[in-house]
């Protein structure tokens, strides 16, 4: 397999994953090239043809992958980016809660009330 075919299988939203966090796990592991491209690979394969995300960007003047996720309202608690960087930095980002399909809202793990029981998962203590 190519570095490219590689890459596309890595980049690959996974299911019910929501936008907010795959941007978030693309830039963790590739970082940013001031533009938009995870949310368009992202809109490309979930959401083709969402007109709204577009304005939606434009309105908040995101110009970069990295404004995504407050775009979206979803880093609207105050220790969210801290949080995020903190899981970037010991590997992973925290795995999405899970959207419905062609949904372009951030999951429960965007400082929403989880909509199901079982948020406890990943908190050993
Ligand atoms: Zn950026
Ligand atoms: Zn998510």
């Given at each position: 397999m190519t570095n490219a075919g590689l890459l596309d299988l890595w980049t690959e939203p996974q299911e019910r994953e929501c936008l907010g966090c795959y941007v978030s796990r693309l830039l963790a592991d590739f970082?940013?090239?001031?533009?938009?491209r995870w949310m368009r690979r992202w809109r490309a394969m979930?959401?083709?043809?969402?007109?709204a995300l577009d304005r939606l960007f434009r309105r908040h003047d995101?110009?970069?992958?990295?404004?995504v996720p407050a775009a979206l309202g979803?880093?609207?608690?105050?220790?969210a980016p801290a949080a995020l960087g903190a899981a970037a930095c010991s590997g992973a980002p925290p795995p999405c809660a899970g959207v419905r399909r062609g949904s372009t809202r951030p999951c429960s793990m965007w400082g929403r009330p989880p909509d199901a029981p079982g948020g406890a998962r990943g908190s050993p203590t």
């Amino acid at each position: 397999m190519t570095n490219a075919g590689l890459l596309d299988l890595w980049t690959e939203p996974q299911e019910r994953e929501c936008l907010g966090c795959y941007v978030s796990r693309l830039l963790a592991d590739f970082g940013c090239d001031s533009t938009l491209r995870w949310m368009r690979r992202w809109r490309a394969m979930r959401a083709p043809g969402v007109a709204a995300l577009d304005r939606l960007f434009r309105r908040h003047d995101v110009k970069c992958d990295c404004g995504v996720p407050a775009a979206l309202g979803a880093a609207a608690r105050s220790d969210a980016p801290a949080a995020l960087g903190a899981a970037a930095c010991s590997g992973a980002p925290p795995p999405c809660a899970g959207v419905r399909r062609g949904s372009t809202r951030p999951c429960s793990m965007w400082g929403r009330p989880p909509d199901a029981p079982g948020g406890a998962r990943g908190s050993p203590t």
